[in-house]
């Protein structure tokens, strides 16, 4: 399964050789969504756990060699997310507390603050992955921990020409401004809609030459073995579960003490 994207996801990848990179990824993507779901049952009025999850990430990153600034500019992706939390404390009811004289929704405070940090740690989590994880590994990680084949062969295609429909598209896009094409103007609408419908027949075109060049090849829907590499040992599974092991810790004290 070649393309144009020889090396999708290029730019989140941090190259290194270090036991993370190295750790098998069925074994960092099930350890990832494990400490994502943690995360997210944590209590919403406990603050403290975070400082224990931000302690793991810190640590995993660290054996990672990820520079903590990288993951922090990665957050900037839920930005637009946070400017309607902040609108919790003055729709919600209940007890106020006044900042500035400006009355505030206790109960909203504690539902900002629960959402953002759950969203920023489910995104530093993702971005430890991202960082010592190829796509294409995520991908046979995902096939390895028995995701339905039909979810891993579109995401697979997906992540692997998306480079190559964007080429397409640059291709007509030059074409069309070459023709006098300008899709600033209102009345010059037909062309953009004309744009799209090739680039939609060019794609299932070449969908469909690429389908029977792999099935002509053996291809039955998913990826043989030498891709996906061997089953991971016992010891690997262990080392990738200590982190959400300690998140866990972290959450099922929160909820002993709420």
Same mark, same amino acid.
């Given at each position: 399964? @070649? +393309? $144009? *994207?020889?090396?999708?996801? &290029?730019?989140?990848?941090?190259? #290194?050789?270090?036991? !993370?990179?190295?750790?098998? /990824?069925?074994?960092?993507?099930?350890?990832?969504?494990?400490?994502?779901?943690?995360?997210?049952?944590?209590?919403?009025?406990?603050?403290?756990?975070?400082?224990?999850?931000?302690?793991?990430?810190?640590?995993?990153?660290?054996?990672?060699?990820?520079?903590?600034?990288?993951?922090?500019?990665?957050?900037?992706?839920?930005?637009?997310?946070?400017?309607?939390?902040?609108?919790?404390?003055?729709?919600?009811?209940?007890?106020?507390?006044?900042?500035?004289?400006?009355?505030?929704?206790?109960?909203?405070?504690? @539902? +900002? $603050? *629960?959402?953002?940090?759950? &969203?920023?740690?489910?995104?530093? #989590?993702?971005?430890? !992955?991202?960082?010592?994880? /190829?796509?294409?590994?995520?991908?046979?990680?995902?096939?390895?921990?028995?995701?339905?084949?039909?979810?891993?062969?579109?995401?697979?295609?997906?992540?692997?020409?998306?480079?190559?429909?964007?080429?397409?598209?640059?291709?007509?896009?030059?074409?069309?401004?070459?023709?006098?094409?300008?899709?600033?103007?209102?009345?010059?609408?037909?062309?953009?809609?004309?744009?799209?419908?090739?680039?939609?027949?060019?794609?299932?075109?070449?969908?469909?030459?690429?389908?029977?060049?792999?099935?002509?090849?053996?291809?039955? +829907?998913?990826?043989?073995?030498?891709?996906?590499?061997?089953?991971?040992?016992?010891?690997?599974? !262990?080392?990738?579960?200590? /982190?959400?092991?300690?998140?866990?810790?972290?959450?099922?004290?929160?909820?002993?003490?709420?």
């Amino acid at each position: 399964m @070649s +393309g $144009a *994207a020889h090396n999708p996801g &290029a730019d989140l990848l941090i190259p #290194a050789d270090t036991p !993370l990179h190295r750790a098998a /990824p069925q074994c960092k993507v099930a350890a990832t969504a494990l400490c994502i779901l943690v995360v997210a049952c944590t209590p919403r009025d406990v603050f403290w756990p975070y400082i224990g999850y931000g302690l793991v990430l810190a640590a995993a990153a660290a054996v990672a060699q990820i520079p903590a600034g990288t993951l922090l500019r990665r957050l900037v992706v839920e930005i637009p997310f946070v400017f309607f939390v902040v609108l919790l404390p003055f729709l919600a009811t209940g007890p106020e507390v006044h900042v500035l004289g400006v009355p505030l929704s206790i109960a909203g405070l504690e @539902s +900002g $603050a *629960a959402i953002v940090l759950k &969203a920023s740690f489910g995104l530093l #989590a993702t971005g430890v !992955l991202a960082a010592t994880t /190829p796509l294409p590994e995520v991908i046979t990680g995902l096939e390895r921990l028995r995701v339905p084949k039909i979810f891993t062969a579109v995401a697979s295609f997906m992540i692997r020409y998306v480079e190559v429909l964007n080429s397409e598209l640059n291709r007509l896009r030059t074409a069309r401004a070459c023709r006098g094409g300008d899709p600033r103007w209102l009345w010059q609408a037909r062309d953009t809609a004309v744009c799209v419908g090739a680039l939609f027949v060019r794609a299932f075109e070449r969908g469909e030459r690429v389908y029977l060049a792999m099935a002509s090849r053996g291809y039955d +829907g998913s990826l043989p073995t030498t891709l996906t590499g061997e089953p991971a040992t016992r010891t690997a599974w !262990l080392m990738a579960f200590a /982190p959400p092991a300690a998140f866990a810790t972290l959450m099922a004290t929160a909820w002993a003490t709420a």
